[in-house]
Structures are given as structure tokens and as C-alpha cells.
């Protein structure tokens, strides 16, 4: 398992931009697909975004399409969403985790958790 730390949320107008970011401990962070998943109140988990373990492959929920981008800068162990146009239906607190298997948007299939980070869109 890899120890997953997330930073950069906090509070935004409707419209706004915030970068997300995970820093990942141990040195086979390149062997992991990286996920962004976020849970809002009373609501379940949901998958965000993932990306493969070398950057090349990416794939998104619906409603992201067009304003998120994941990125990951391995030599820092890192992952990124950058998130734009944000609205208030992203407001949520936003996980990111780790597995070994690229693929699978089910949070169940996820080994690796952080602890999340807040993110709230004012309108």
C-alpha cells in the first residue's frame, strides 16, 4: 500500500478554479493508477477521474468532462485535478487513492486511501 496525503482545497466562487493535489509515499508510485473520488453529504462516494500509472491513459465521470484534468508528476510522486468553471455540485470532500489495477471507478476496488480534502463552491 501506498500513505496518500491531499491538499488544495478550500472555498471558491461558482466559476472558480482550485488545484487539487496527493502526495504519495513509497517508491513504486509509477507501478499505481491514481483515482480522484469525492463523497458530498448524505451523498455515496463517486469516482471522479484516474489516470494510469505512466500518465498515459485518463478517463473521467460525465459531469467533469471538459473542466477537470488529472495529471501526475512522478518524480514527485504526485497526482493533480485541476478543477475549472467549478460549480456548486462539486462541492464535496475529495479522496484520492491508489491501486495497482487501472480501471475500476467502484471506490471498493481502490487500495489506497487519503484522508480527503475539502472542497466547497459558493454561488
Known amino acids: 500500500q501506498v500513505q496518500l496525503v491531499e491538499s488544495g482545497g478550500g472555498l471558491v466562487q461558482a466559476g472558480g478554479s482550485l488545484r487539487l493535489s496527493c502526495a504519495a509515499s513509497?517508491?513504486?508510485?509509477?507501478?499505481?493508477?491514481m483515482g480522484w473520488f469525492r463523497q458530498a453529504p448524505g451523498k455515496e462516494r463517486e469516482f471522479v477521474a484516474a489516470i494510469s500509472g505512466g500518465g498515459v491513459r485518463t478517463y473521467y465521470t460525465d459531469s467533469v468532462k471538459g473542466r477537470f484534468t488529472i495529471s501526475r508528476d512522478n518524480a514527485k510522486n504526485t497526482v493533480y485535478l485541476e478543477m475549472n468553471n467549478l460549480n456548486s455540485e462539486d462541492t464535496a470532500v475529495y479522496y484520492c487513492a491508489a491501486d495497482l489495477l487501472y480501471g475500476s471507478i467502484r471506490p471498493s476496488f481502490w487500495e489506497s486511501w487519503g484522508q480527503g480534502t475539502q472542497v466547497t463552491v459558493s454561488s
Open positions: 513509497g517508491r513504486t508510485f509509477s507501478r499505481y493508477a
